[in-house]
């Protein structure tokens, strides 16, 4: 929309670089073209502005397939209007001079043209292919027939509209065919997981037994294992028991011999000694054979005192000292002696 002020009973306007503004007085045409900025009254001034730049206009319908069934279509279609002087003689451009507002709606006019003409070349592709060709392969052929339909339309040229693009955005079909559609796929995803997940189930419990038969393998080498230590054990417990017993048995002997030998050496030795006490004693018998019998008294009565307790003086009278001299045999007068 231009820009319109107000000075004094004037009225000046300034249009934009992508708006193309034709300017009538008195029926004559005083101004044309795009970015224009001038001075008028309101009152002698026809204006019309016309957008050139390029536009989009998304558009959205319902079509049938040859099988019946209900599609809905999404397409956008970029358009500009190449000459303005056609659209504006065509097409009710003009504006309020006071205000610059459209006083008619030319844009919907435009978008109503291209919609209707889009529509019906979409309808005949449409209306020839079943439903699964539709959604596969409708996106382009739609397209192709719209772009040549808009292409060939006479009055898009003469209204001065150039058609740039044309896009479609999608085919869909109604909420519950397309459930349905889907489920065919769906399903065969779903069996697809389900059959990976069997595979992977599969390879688990394939892992596992491996697992289970490794442990089995382990626990039978370990009982081999202990069955051979246990032998090994046994083995060395007798072998130990053998050892023993041998080094008792060589211990006893030795021990029997040392007690044999020593027998032997206290036997010979209780012999020689008493052959050698015999002899002592036959001596002893046969010196005291010899001795007389006061020699005998004197030896009994040193082995008496050998015996007695020890005695440090002793007191001896007279009569007692004279009995016992004379007992010895000894002359009283030698007791002064």
Do not use: C
Request: net charge negative.
């Amino acid at each position: 929309m231009a820009d319109i002020t107000r000075r004094l009973g004037w009225r000046h306007l300034r249009s934009a670089p992508t708006t193309h503004i034709r300017h009538h007085r008195r029926g004559r045409l005083v101004h044309d073209g795009r970015g224009l900025s001038f001075w008028y009254r309101s009152l002698s001034a026809a204006l019309s502005e016309v957008p050139v730049d390029d536009r989009e206009l998304a558009m959205a319908f319902h079509a049938r397939t040859s099988d019946f069934q209900d599609v809905a279509v999404q397409a956008t279609v970029t358009y500009r209007i190449s000459d303005p002087a056609e659209a504006a003689a065509r097409l009710d451009f003009s504006v309020d001079p006071d205000t610059g507002v459209w006083r008619g709606a030319p844009l919907e006019q435009i978008a109503t043209l291209l919609t209707e003409t889009a529509q019906q070349h979409a309808l005949d592709v449409l209306a020839r292919t079943p439903l699964a060709g539709a959604l596969v392969d409708g996106v382009a052929s739609v397209r192709t027939s719209i772009a040549a339909g808009l292409a060939a339309e006479p009055r898009l040229p003469a209204t001065g509209i150039d058609v740039v693009a044309v896009r479609v955005v999608a085919i869909r079909p109604e909420a519950e065919v397309e459930r349905a559609l889907r489920t065919p796929a769906r399903e065969q995803i779903q069996q697809e997981a389900d059959r990976a997940t069997y595979e992977r189930r599969a390879v688990a419990v394939e892992r596992e037994r491996a697992i289970a038969e490794n442990e089995l393998a382990s626990q039978i080498e370990l009982a081999r294992r202990e069955e051979q230590l246990i032998d090994q054990r046994g083995t060395n417990a007798r072998r130990e028991a053998e050892e023993k017993a041998a080094a008792d048995g060589i211990r006893t002997e030795t021990e029997a011999a040392r007690k044999v030998r020593l027998a032997r050496a206290d036997a010979e030795a209780e012999r020689e000694t008493g052959a050698a006490r015999a002899e002592v004693q036959a001596a002893w018998l046969r010196v005291h054979g010899e001795a007389g019998t006061g020699t005998l008294h004197a030896l009994a009565a040193t082995r008496l005192a050998e015996n007695l307790p020890r005695i440090e003086s002793i007191t001896l009278s007279p009569d007692v000292l004279t009995g016992l001299l004379t007992r010895l045999g000894r002359p009283e007068g030698g007791a002064g002696e």
